[in-house]
């Protein structure tokens, strides 16, 4: 089993009860998370979880509100963590990823350097194990699978979605992206498709072009459901809701959704979760 739990739902603007987007896959006793928007720590303790239990930090892309507090998850992770000889945080991302975990280091470095100077037992810096990836497998441990492909965000490149499998249960977690061949071969038989979407109907009706610009590079609801239904993945979810969802209109997002994709549709408020279970897909596309 894998379990989805949507740390937090919101977009670049800043919501009050929705942090930025975050999404936590948890499969054995292994702990990924994918992305890490504003907020994210503080979703990850209502969870139970802290920034010293991770096994990975996997980003689809470098736009701010996907990365806001990446200093947050290297730093607190760093002080948190008292076992000696912990390996560094795996980063796994698109090429460019190394260069702005570097000039996070960088940015916190007065920081790293107090804290060196005042705990004899914080000897160095935080460390990080960065990988770079478009393509191919990136992670195969203790039956934990994990293959990125490119998607498309474009003029946001190189863009990345990840699948997991574990114990026969898979899951693909995608960035923000425009429908894409590559995607819906990625996704294909998923037993989940985590999505970002925006509602393109109430975004192109507002008066400030730098706001409709976006729905040239983000999926609709529409969009993501017709590429989970391309894909034949057995249950959608939804998140990073442009606008955030309002109080009493969640049905119409699900039924805007429901009008393409006919199987199990998920969306909701920040922490929201979402298990998949081995063979929850039974139809498989090619
Ligand atoms: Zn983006
Ligand atoms: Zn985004």
Redesign the pocket.
């Known amino acids: 089993m894998i379990e989805v739990t949507l740390l937090g739902t919101g ?2 603007i800043p919501d009050p009860e929705r942090a930025g ?1 975050s999404t936590l896959a948890r499969a054995g006793d292994q702990m990924f998370l994918i992305d890490c928007g504003r907020g994210v720590l503080q979703r990850l303790a209502a969870v139970g979880a802290g920034a010293n239990q991770l096994s990975a930090l996997l980003l689809t892309h470098l ?1 701010s ?2 990365i806001a507090d990446l200093g947050d998850v290297i730093i607190t992770r760093w002080v948190s963590t008292f076992t000696p000889d912990t390996p560094p945080l795996p980063i796994i991302g698109p090429p460019g990823t190394a260069e702005v975990v570097d000039a996070t280091l960088r940015a916190f470095g007065h920081d790293i350097g107090y804290r060196i100077a005042h705990h004899a037992d914080l000897t160095g810096p935080p460390q990080v194990d960065v990988r770079e990836y478009t393509d191919g497998m990136v992670w195969d441990h203790d039956g934990v699978q994990i293959r990125v492909a490119p998607t498309d965000h474009q003029p946001v490149t190189p863009t990345i979605a990840f699948r997991f499998e574990h114990g026969g249960a898979s899951v693909v977690a995608a ?2 992206t425009v429908p894409c061949p590559s995607l819906d071969a990625l996704a294909n038989g998923a037993g989940a498709l985590v999505h ?1 979407v925006i509602r393109k109907d109430l975004i192109e009706l507002l008066p400030q072009q730098r706001i409709r610009d976006i729905c040239d590079y983000h999926s609709s609801v529409q969009e993501a459901a017709a590429t989970a239904a391309r894909a034949g993945v057995g249950i959608l979810i939804l998140t ?1 809701y442009v606008p955030g969802i309002a109080a009493g209109t969640e049905d119409d997002w699900r039924a805007l959704a429901a009008s393409i994709f006919d199987r199990q549709i998920e969306l909701g408020d920040d922490l929201h979760r979402v298990q998949v279970h081995p063979g929850v897909c039974t139809r498989s596309h090619s």
């Open positions: 977009s670049p987007p736009h509100d996907h960035g923000d970002t990073h």
